[in-house]
């Protein structure tokens, strides 16, 4: 089993910042992509930013500059700093692995969410 956990959401106001936490647990064998999720109340879950293996980094066009994403491969982290949040940006934010455990082959992991909402 692997759980995530996700911490850091909150309230904020228009132009401030969050920092989501994400860290991974279980029998994982090893963790290939990592990253955050949103969906807002009515839409569709997008991509908001992923982390392969290494150090090459995905955005959505509507964060780049904004949000920066890291992991920590040690400890099984991925982190998403959000700056100069906007309205727009309010949401259920996920965390995501694709890992490969001690019984199972790579497959794809959610946390249960973490709420930000933004407020102008």
């Known amino acids: 089993q692997v759980q995530l956990v996700e911490s850091g959401g909150g309230l904020v106001q228009v132009g401030g910042s969050l920092r989501l936490s994400c860290v991974a647990s279980?029998?994982?064998?090893?963790?290939?992509?990592m990253g955050w999720y949103r969906q807002a109340p009515g839409k569709q879950r997008e991509l908001v930013a992923a982390m392969p293996s290494g150090d090459s980094t995905n955005y959505a066009n509507s964060v780049k500059g904004r949000f920066t994403i890291s992991r920590d491969n040690a400890k099984n982290t991925v982190n998403l700093q959000m700056n100069s949040l906007k309205p727009e940006d309010t949401a259920v934010y996920y965390c995501?692995?694709?890992?490969?455990?001690?019984?199972?082959?790579?497959?794809?992991?959610w946390g249960k969410g973490t709420l930000v909402t933004v407020s102008s």
């Open positions: 279980g029998s994982i064998f090893s963790i290939n992509n």
């Open positions: 995501h692995i694709s890992a490969m455990t001690k019984f199972r082959p790579n497959m794809d992991y």
